[in-house]
């Protein structure tokens, strides 16, 4: 199955949600019916007609009231969770951990995460971190990859190895690649309707209990009944905690066998993970957490968060047990080329002292698998292998990441710590190579941000040439954390530079395209709009207008990129249908990106065939150069799909 695949599934999963739910609601009304039937009954007497099992007024009434409290529920918690995975984070005790920490035990966890996204093409996740919770667990959150936040618990700094961690974080990698946040979001909002009524019931006693004991007299029925209203709350509410249990263990068990077989894919360190889940065995918090909202989150975690329902067996479980996880990992099988640790050991949790310091962004080595020969030109895929790489990653790829950020020179590593030391490597990497072009830009760089920022920007400049192919997206998007920490002022200032240098005196220059598109994406606090397009014919202008771009770059003879165009416009469904220009249109900035915003909104589904059009115009010639490469997978990224560098 594949990223398009998963998201079309998660858009289904979202409906069997919906049913589940109804049915749920449909328990509950059934047993407040009876409730209600039968304190009306004991209220009567037989000379009123006694018993009637069958009364429409009432079911109305209690059905009503059942949904209104359900509602009111569901879309408040939903309301709450409006900012995605940052309002759960904040919710479950997490503190946003600044990417610029200088703690060595964030810093680690930092850059097990930013490696983790640079490699399987997603942005840099904002990372939560935990405090009061000992336990080791983790979570993914938000409504999409943009808007992701990853976040661990204490116990996983303080228990864990570097490669244990990462084997959890590549766990909720998997989770953000494969679609589920969005649906795991929901299921919050969805199953708080369902607590709503429990919660609601709880209060009424409590009311009861302390301000209507003095005032109860043996003869008062209303109170009998409010008294035995509320504690049918109480009991049917308790029932939609089981409903909610049972929602969330038929959505969630099997996404997370997926996640730990994706974790060892991503990582090729089986170890890592079955270090960690033996850890969480081992160590008296287990995964456990204290925090109050711990349950309402427990579909979304890594580990099982509320032991106290394990007296009702496994149905009720949102996680598999520990031993099941550990026996399929077992089944994974181990690539070629590393050698397994044994089977029984433990992972180690000792660190050294440096070890935060260690791969990727701050050098060293790794105890994964380790490349046979340095990367340093771009792969040139096939399209169905670029298609297939979408969504995911593997070993090879997050190694080569780790090799190319830490043959960063150190001045430009520097950065990734400064935001303003970081806005003039971005300033530097959109400086062009030819004369009129460079004059034009160092120009505006001297005159808005004076000759000091010009001269840096300059010494910067050599460093940034000698980059190897692809290496200057993959620092692009290494810098955008610090980028995000730039003042409001600061940020305004940046992305007016930013826009300036990559479209000097207004015109599109395709060599800064991809970049300029990356720093969009990445910075942009616009929320995506829902993608319900289904039909081609609603895109097809769209689409005519990107591959236009895409089939200019690489092909210097107009024959060859008009070739490129059709074949990419073939791959679209309904092709035949359609007219197909015999000359490229012509593209501007304004248009291209119009066109790939409303792209964006396309489904899933229909989105997989446009960016396999995409795909097929730049690997026409099954020559991809560093520039057709980059702005494929600007496009791409654009397009909300995460792109992975494409890496020898």
């Given at each position: 199955m594949n990223f398009f695949e998963h998201q079309?599934?998660?858009?289904?999963?979202?409906?069997?949600?919906?049913?589940?739910?109804?049915?749920?609601?449909?328990?509950?009304?059934?047993?407040?019916?009876?409730?209600?039937?039968?304190?009306?009954?004991?209220?009567?007497?037989?000379?009123?007609?006694?018993?009637?099992?069958?009364?429409?007024?009432?079911?109305?009434?209690?059905?009503?009231?059942?949904?209104?409290?359900?509602?009111?529920?569901?879309?408040?918690?939903?309301?709450?969770?409006?900012?995605?995975?940052?309002?759960?984070?904040?919710?479950?005790?997490?503190?946003?951990?600044?990417?610029?920490?200088?703690?060595?035990?964030?810093?680690?966890?930092?850059?097990?995460?930013?490696?983790?996204?640079?490699?399987?093409?997603?942005?840099?996740?904002?990372?939560?971190?935990?405090?009061?919770?000992?336990?080791?667990?983790?979570?993914?959150?938000?409504?999409?990859?943009?808007?992701?936040?990853?976040?661990?618990?204490?116990?996983?700094?303080?228990?864990?190895?570097?490669?244990?961690?990462?084997?959890?974080?590549?766990?909720e990698f998997s989770h953000i690649l494969n679609g589920d946040m969005g649906l795991n979001l929901k299921l919050i909002g969805v199953i708080h309707g369902l607590l709503l009524i429990y919660i609601a019931g709880r209060l009424v006693l409590r009311l009861s209990y302390y301000g209507g004991s003095s005032r109860r007299s043996k003869d008062d029925k209303g109170a009998g009944a409010v008294l035995a209203a509320a504690l049918a709350m109480v009991v049917i509410g308790y029932l939609g905690v089981l409903c909610g249990r049972l929602i969330k263990s038929a959505v969630s068990r099997e996404r997370e066998f997926l996640a730990d077989a994706s974790a060892v894919q991503f990582t090729r360190n089986p170890e890592g993970l079955t270090g960690a889940l033996r850890k969480i065995g081992q160590i008296q918090a287990g995964s456990t957490m204290v925090s109050p909202m711990a349950e309402t989150a427990s579909h979304l975690l890594f580990g099982e968060a509320n032991g106290n329902l394990s007296f009702l067996g496994g149905w009720f479980a949102t996680h598999p047990p520990l031993g099941e996880r550990l026996r399929r990992l077992g089944q994974v099988p181990i690539p070629q080329g590393v050698s397994p640790l044994s089977v029984g050991a433990s992972a180690s949790s000792s660190r050294s002292a440096d070890e935060s310091l260690v791969m990727g962004l701050h050098g060293g080595t790794s105890t994964a698998v380790q490349p046979a020969i340095a990367p340093a030109l771009l792969a040139s895929p096939n399209p169905n292998q670029f298609m297939t790489a979408i969504g995911t990653t593997d070993a090879r790829r997050l190694e080569q990441v780790r090799s190319l950020l830490s043959e960063l020179p150190a001045e430009i590593k520097a950065a990734l710590q400064n935001p303003t030391a970081a806005a003039e490597v971005v300033y530097a990497l959109l400086v062009r190579t030819k004369p009129a072009l460079q004059t034009h830009q160092i120009e505006y760089l001297s005159n808005t941000h004076g000759p000091d920022c010009r001269k840096r920007v300059g010494q910067i400049y050599n460093q940034v040439r000698a980059l190897k192919p692809g290496q200057d997206l993959l620092l692009l998007e290494a810098l955008v954390p610090a980028l995000q920490q730039l003042d409001p002022d600061g940020g305004r200032k940046f992305s007016q530079t930013a826009q300036a240098l990559s479209q000097p005196g207004g015109r599109l220059l395709l060599s800064n395209f991809p970049l300029q598109l990356i720093l969009r994406k990445r910075l942009s606090n616009s929320s995506t709009e829902t993608a319900t397009i289904t039909d081609i014919a609603d895109l097809w202008g769209d689409a005519q207008v990107v591959l236009a771009l895409l089939a200019r770059v690489g092909h210097t003879r107009p024959e060859d990129a008009l070739f490129a165009f059709k074949l990419g416009l073939a791959q679209l469904p309904g092709a035949k249908a359609q007219t197909s220009p015999n000359q490229l249109p012509p593209v501007n900035s304004a248009d291209i990106n119009a066109s790939l915003s409303r792209l964006e909104q396309a489904a899933p589904k229909l989105k997989q065939t446009i960016v396999d059009a995409c795909a097929h115009t730049v690997l026409a010639d099954n020559d991809v150069t560093p520039a057709e490469m980059g702005l494929l997978r600007a496009v791409v990224i654009t397009l909300d799909c995460p792109a992975p560098p494409f890496l020898r």
């Amino acid at each position: 199955m594949n990223f398009f695949e998963h998201q079309d599934q998660a858009r289904r999963n979202t409906t069997k949600l919906l049913l589940l739910f109804g049915l749920s609601i449909a328990v509950m009304i059934t047993a407040f019916y009876g409730v209600a039937i039968a304190i009306l009954s004991a209220q009567t007497t037989p000379a009123l007609g006694g018993l009637v099992l069958w009364r429409p007024g009432v079911l109305f009434w209690v059905a009503s009231g059942t949904l209104a409290f359900m509602v009111v529920g569901s879309s408040t918690k939903l309301a709450q969770l409006s900012q995605g995975g940052h309002s759960l984070a904040k919710g479950l005790g997490g503190r946003e951990i600044n990417p610029l920490t200088d703690d060595p035990d964030e810093q680690r966890l930092i850059n097990v995460v930013s490696e983790m996204a640079l490699a399987s093409g997603t942005p840099i996740p904002a990372v939560y971190l935990l405090d009061d919770e000992p336990g080791i667990n983790a979570f993914a959150a938000g409504f999409t990859a943009d808007k992701a936040v990853i976040g661990v618990t204490r116990g996983c700094l303080d228990q864990l190895s570097r490669d244990e961690l990462q084997g959890v974080i590549g766990h909720e990698f998997s989770h953000i690649l494969n679609g589920d946040m969005g649906l795991n979001l929901k299921l919050i909002g969805v199953i708080h309707g369902l607590l709503l009524i429990y919660i609601a019931g709880r209060l009424v006693l409590r009311l009861s209990y302390y301000g209507g004991s003095s005032r109860r007299s043996k003869d008062d029925k209303g109170a009998g009944a409010v008294l035995a209203a509320a504690l049918a709350m109480v009991v049917i509410g308790y029932l939609g905690v089981l409903c909610g249990r049972l929602i969330k263990s038929a959505v969630s068990r099997e996404r997370e066998f997926l996640a730990d077989a994706s974790a060892v894919q991503f990582t090729r360190n089986p170890e890592g993970l079955t270090g960690a889940l033996r850890k969480i065995g081992q160590i008296q918090a287990g995964s456990t957490m204290v925090s109050p909202m711990a349950e309402t989150a427990s579909h979304l975690l890594f580990g099982e968060a509320n032991g106290n329902l394990s007296f009702l067996g496994g149905w009720f479980a949102t996680h598999p047990p520990l031993g099941e996880r550990l026996r399929r990992l077992g089944q994974v099988p181990i690539p070629q080329g590393v050698s397994p640790l044994s089977v029984g050991a433990s992972a180690s949790s000792s660190r050294s002292a440096d070890e935060s310091l260690v791969m990727g962004l701050h050098g060293g080595t790794s105890t994964a698998v380790q490349p046979a020969i340095a990367p340093a030109l771009l792969a040139s895929p096939n399209p169905n292998q670029f298609m297939t790489a979408i969504g995911t990653t593997d070993a090879r790829r997050l190694e080569q990441v780790r090799s190319l950020l830490s043959e960063l020179p150190a001045e430009i590593k520097a950065a990734l710590q400064n935001p303003t030391a970081a806005a003039e490597v971005v300033y530097a990497l959109l400086v062009r190579t030819k004369p009129a072009l460079q004059t034009h830009q160092i120009e505006y760089l001297s005159n808005t941000h004076g000759p000091d920022c010009r001269k840096r920007v300059g010494q910067i400049y050599n460093q940034v040439r000698a980059l190897k192919p692809g290496q200057d997206l993959l620092l692009l998007e290494a810098l955008v954390p610090a980028l995000q920490q730039l003042d409001p002022d600061g940020g305004r200032k940046f992305s007016q530079t930013a826009q300036a240098l990559s479209q000097p005196g207004g015109r599109l220059l395709l060599s800064n395209f991809p970049l300029q598109l990356i720093l969009r994406k990445r910075l942009s606090n616009s929320s995506t709009e829902t993608a319900t397009i289904t039909d081609i014919a609603d895109l097809w202008g769209d689409a005519q207008v990107v591959l236009a771009l895409l089939a200019r770059v690489g092909h210097t003879r107009p024959e060859d990129a008009l070739f490129a165009f059709k074949l990419g416009l073939a791959q679209l469904p309904g092709a035949k249908a359609q007219t197909s220009p015999n000359q490229l249109p012509p593209v501007n900035s304004a248009d291209i990106n119009a066109s790939l915003s409303r792209l964006e909104q396309a489904a899933p589904k229909l989105k997989q065939t446009i960016v396999d059009a995409c795909a097929h115009t730049v690997l026409a010639d099954n020559d991809v150069t560093p520039a057709e490469m980059g702005l494929l997978r600007a496009v791409v990224i654009t397009l909300d799909c995460p792109a992975p560098p494409f890496l020898r």
